[in-house]
């Protein structure tokens, strides 16, 4: 709806993360228990820090400047940089992973419940779709909406440094960026569980 209405103000209660399978689509279904919802090929990244997640889309233009003007007469566009940088506070096999670029966390043989993940040499691709859902509940008249967003194919390209302390909870920063399908599809999108978007 055009002009102000204080009822489409979001503010993002509750989220969570996901991450699967590059490709994965982001579920259209929205019941009662979101792990339904998400129970196909996704990952529940578990609890991150009270930052939530910042998303940052930057798009870069270069002008095209002529002779007979002081200011550019068109523009072209000539990079796309979509990114979500958050920080996962729980350590297990999906979480750290996902952090480090890979691989997979083994079970030592002969050790009863003794783990081991290896940092490679160098650097791999791995790709993977990450989902990002949260919640708010409307001021105006007390109705959930719900917002998902999802990223088919997309790798983390920096990771912050992990502290260790005593008085703080180590965190696995990430920034994980959007990469483009061979297929030209969408490189993101929304799906959203709210009357906002209604056709008036």
């Not at 996962?88 to 081991?116: C, H, R």
């Amino acid at each position: 709806m055009a002009g102000t209405n204080s009822s489409e103000i979001r503010i993002a209660g509750v989220g969570r993360l996901y991450v699967a399978a590059a490709d994965t689509k982001v579920p259209t279904t929205f019941s009662t228990d979101p792990s339904t919802d998400w129970a196909t090929g996704w990952k529940n990244l578990g609890f991150t820090s009270g930052d939530g997640v910042t998303f940052s889309k930057k798009d870069k233009l270069e002008p095209v400047d002529v002779w007979q003007a002081v200011s550019p007469v068109h523009f072209v566009y000539s990079d796309r940089d979509l990114t979500l940088k958050f920080s996962l506070l729980q350590f297990n096999e999906d979480t750290l992973p996902f952090f480090m670029g890979g691989g997979a966390v083994e079970a030592v043989t002969g050790s009863t419940g003794v783990y081991k993940y290896e940092i490679a040499d160098r650097p791999y691709a791995d790709v993977r779709a990450l989902g990002l859902e949260f919640t708010d509940v409307r001021a105006s008249d007390g109705a959930t909406v719900t917002y998902r967003f999802g990223v088919p194919r997309g790798q983390v390209t920096a990771a912050d440094d992990i502290k260790l302390a005593r008085k703080s909870a180590a965190q696995l920063g990430i920034t994980y960026t959007a990469m483009a399908a061979a297929d030209g599809s969408a490189l993101a999108s929304f799906v959203m569980k709210d009357a906002a978007y209604a056709a008036s």
